[in-house]
């Protein structure tokens, strides 16, 4: 089971084409009526839920991929800034307007986690909310962290706790809980203003730090700056060296029935090599002979795979960019499964096939917009006045009903 999962709140401002503070509550009431397999609980015990798929929808270029790449950038900050070259430019962009350029980002998730980290990985080990804070200035192109912090809200506190916080100076004060005790003085040698006190100690084997920088590895992106699809060859190196996950693909492919009876990976001349049987075919065919779809959902369905089994984030922009529209919530579907996703794994996903809407609640749907001044506006559907559950959203989306949609003409 993940030590961190369940992210239900997610801050941005300032981040590419977000100008003003976006705030994206998933937190589903616990009145709500009950729909099965569609929510989970935000932590062990607690009444209020959030969905496990979100699905965002909008125009071109009104921002829908900022939100994942928000997402990503806070994974890799938290997992992989340390390891950057001294002195190279964050994966990130701010609003482009002269005010903004050498103005603050501002990025913020909260998501639930185990409150003791040394019951981590024990079964039923109590739960609480976190939430992690980053603010990164720059002037003039340099970055650098005006602050970081971890806070949680564990059950003998009526207030959120402060693990750490991080000034501009590179000072750091922890609680006692987080334990940075023998840590301080190697910690102030080697923190950098560019790199994360999590990243930093995980390098210095700190016992906490390490656990946040696996939960961060959970999250599993195809994009940071740019989408990512990878390529076929990568895939295939992948599926090589992870046998089981070649009987897993295959026992879904011939499920999902795109006509392959099964994937083979053998040692050629210069690496593996993938070929496919198919029904009614004498002989294997190579990848590049299968169609953009499914060479796609090959490369994509070990992302999923692995937040499913792990309990973990797949970050998917662009999903139905060219997977068939039937297969769209079939792969959502998992998601809902208890025994497709025991741990509660989230998706988390860009999308512009508005027939989605009709496999989805109203608070599993985002809308990005953006104004004639390039800022992007995030809200959900479940914010749109007089929604129901009983209506089209496909239709009333398409008609305009709810923003979002774009203007030709």
């Known amino acids: 089971m993940a030590i961190f999962n369940m992210l239900h709140r997610l801050e941005i401002e300032n981040f590419y084409s977000i100008h003003d503070p976006q705030i994206i509550d998933l937190t589903v009431a616990a009145n709500a009526p009950e729909e099965p397999g569609r929510f989970a609980p935000l932590w062990l015990g607690a009444r209020e839920e959030a969905p496990k798929v979100v699905a965002i929808f909008g125009p071109n270029a009104s921002g829908k991929s900022t939100v994942l790449k928000a997402l990503s950038f806070i994974r890799w900050f938290v ?3 340390f390891s950057a070259a001294r002195g190279s430019r964050m994966p990130f962009d701010r609003f482009n307007s002269e005010e903004m350029l050498n103005a603050p980002t501002r990025l913020a998730i909260q998501l639930s986690g185990v409150e003791n980290i040394e019951h981590a990985g024990l079964a039923g080990a109590a739960q609480c909310r976190y939430r992690y804070e980053l603010v990164i200035g720059g ?6 962290v005006e602050s970081e912090a ?4 564990p059950s003998s506190a009526t207030r959120k706790v402060r693990l750490f916080e991080r000034n501009a100076a590179g000072e750091v004060i922890a609680s006692k809980t987080f334990g940075l005790s023998g840590y301080r003085q190697a910690l102030e040698k080697v923190l950098r203003a560019d790199a994360s006190v999590i990243a930093t100690l995980a390098q210095l084997e700190h016992g906490y730090s390490q656990q946040l920088w696996h939960a961060a590895s959970l999250l599993v992106s195809n994009i940071l700056v740019e989408k990512y699809d990878g390529s076929d060859d990568a895939a295939i190196r992948h599926y090589a060296a992870n046998p089981d996950l070649v009987a897993i693909f295959n026992r879904e492919i011939q499920r999902i029935d795109v006509g392959i009876r099964e994937m083979r990976i053998e040692q050629g001349n210069n690496g593996p090599v993938a070929l496919f049987e198919h029904e009614g075919l004498a ?3 190579p990848i590049v002979y299968e169609s953009h779809g499914t060479r796609q959902f090959i490369r994509l369905y070990p992302f999923i795979l692995e937040a499913l089994q792990s309990g973990g984030i797949a970050v998917v922009d662009e999903l139905d960019a060219t997977i068939h529209p039937l297969l769209l919530p079939e792969i959502l579907r998992w998601f809902y499964d208890p025994v497709r996703n025991p741990h509660n794994a989230q ?3 860009t999308c512009h096939t508005p027939s989605l809407l009709e496999d989805l609640l109203k608070e599993e749907v985002l809308f990005c ?3 004639q001044e390039g800022k992007t506006t995030i809200y959900g559907l479940r914010d749109i006045q007089s929604v129901r559950r009983s209506d089209n959203y ?5 008609g305009g009903s709810f923003g979002a949609v774009p203007q030709i003409g």
Not at 150 to 153: A, E, G, I, S, T
């Open 394 to 398: 496909y239709r009333k989306y398409l």
């Open 369 to 371: 917009d953006k104004d």
């Open 139 to 144: 002037k003039a192109g340099k970055q650098f």
């Open 283 to 285: 002989l294997p065919m």
């Open 347 to 349: 998706l988390w996903m």
């Open 150 to 153: 971890l806070y949680y809200w």
């Open 79 to 81: 997992k992989d800034s």
